[in-house]
């Protein structure tokens, strides 16, 4: 089984500034994706980026980048920028290629509360 | 927004109870997946189903079942409720099962239950 790890429970930066969040994984497998969602106070959960495991470049969208380190199964994201409205919970997730026709879903770690400050 | 619809927005039910949760997938989504959300912590995988078949399932106890009907909607039913079963539960529908970029999911705002 996977596990995900953000170990930054809370994050606060100024607006404009640049931040990263953490997030490390746990798996034996080498085909899997990696993704970051955002979860607002409005609850939906909204895609921000994905980044395929066998691709070495990391993944870009607009202000948000990752940092995909395969070897020390290491998946940061990357927020320049920051805006009022990037204020949200983090989640990173881990969803591998599935076998004999089963899903196994995302596995998601824990979030980060992530609070720009005017 | 994702086009991911999800009823009712606020539920309180009592322990022992049953509770049936609805899902509308995106238009052209035949993949629609589950997770419970309890409060402090990330999503956890409940099932999913893909052309009115379960297709994988997680930790989760058999009091915990689904649906997808030929329009690809689906219900989350939850037998004998307890108190843990208070969370929010989310629907995600996706393209087709698989990878990405196909199986990458979208989510509906959710449900919160509140088992007393």
């Known amino acids: 089984a996977q596990t995900v790890t953000q170990s930054q429970p809370e994050m606060s930066v100024q607006e404009a500034e640049t931040v990263t969040l953490s997030c490390t994984y746990d798996?034996?497998?080498?085909?899997?994706?990696l993704f970051w969602y955002k979860q607002p106070p409005s609850r939906q959960m909204i895609l921000v980026i994905r980044q395929e495991a066998y691709k070495q470049q990391n993944a870009t969208e607009n202000r948000f980048s990752v940092n995909f380190q395969k070897a020390a199964k290491s998946f940061s994201l990357k927020i320049s920028d920051s805006q009022l409205g990037d204020t949200a919970m983090y989640f990173c997730?881990?969803?591998?290629?599935?076998?004999?026709?089963?899903?196994?879903?995302?596995?998601f770690g824990k979030g980060t509360h992530l609070i720009i400050q005017p | 927004e994702t086009g991911v619809t999800q009823s009712p927005t606020h539920l309180i039910k009592t322990r022992g109870q049953q509770v049936t949760l609805r899902c509308s997938s995106q238009s052209g989504h035949n993949t629609v997946s589950w997770y419970q959300q309890a409060l402090g912590q990330g999503p956890q995988f409940i099932f999913q189903?893909?052309?009115?078949?379960?297709?994988g399932r997680g930790n989760f106890p058999p009091r915990f079942s689904g649906l997808q009907f030929p329009n690809y909607s689906s219900e989350l039913n939850v037998n004998a409720l307890e108190l843990d079963d208070s969370a929010l539960y989310l629907c995600a529908s996706s393209l087709a099962p698989g990878l990405p970029p196909e199986e990458t999911q979208y989510f509906g705002p959710g449900t919160r239950l509140l088992v007393l």
């Open positions: 798996t034996s497998e080498s085909n899997y994706y």
């Open positions: 997730a881990f969803m591998s290629r599935y076998s004999g026709g089963g899903a196994d879903g995302l596995t």
């Open positions: 189903y893909y052309r009115e078949e379960e297709n």
